[in-house]
């Protein structure tokens, strides 16, 4: 299986900024993309971002132009950056796996979670 280790999260006021990181690490053969979602309290879990290894990338329309996604294929990591964060942004950050791992023939997988929260 593959494990996932989220941190950067924490408490920031209106118009701050947060990094998040997300290092995948076990039985990995190879990383179909890597990314993050989120989720309010009695929300939904929602996409935010994912970049394929491929290079592709994908972004929510209440991402565009505050969170920036990136990756360290090396290092089996992906990065979000959010600026300009909104009290609305508050939300627990997933980090999202798709790939094949040692034992599954596909594979989706989920980080513990980071939270955010972004109040004045």
């Known amino acids: 299986q593959v494990q996932l280790a989220e941190s950067g999260g924490g408490l920031v006021q209106p118009g701050g900024s947060l990094r998040l990181s997300c290092v995948a690490s076990?039985?990995?053969?190879?990383?179909?993309?890597m990314g993050w979602y989120r989720q309010a309290p009695g929300g939904q879990r929602d996409l935010v971002a994912y970049?394929?290894?491929?290079?592709?990338?994908n972004v929510a329309d209440f991402a565009k132009g505050r969170f920036t996604i990136s990756r360290d294929d090396a290092k089996n990591t992906v990065y979000l950056q959010m600026n300009s964060l909104k009290p609305e942004d508050t939300a627990v950050y997933y980090c999202?796996?798709?790939?094949?791992?040692?034992?599954?023939?596909?594979?989706?997988?989920w980080g513990q979670g980071t939270q955010v929260t972004v109040s004045s």
């Open positions: 999202n796996f798709k790939g094949v791992v040692v034992g599954t023939l596909v594979g989706d997988f």
């Open positions: 970049r394929t290894t491929s290079g592709v990338i």
């Open positions: 076990g039985s990995i053969n190879s990383v179909y993309s």
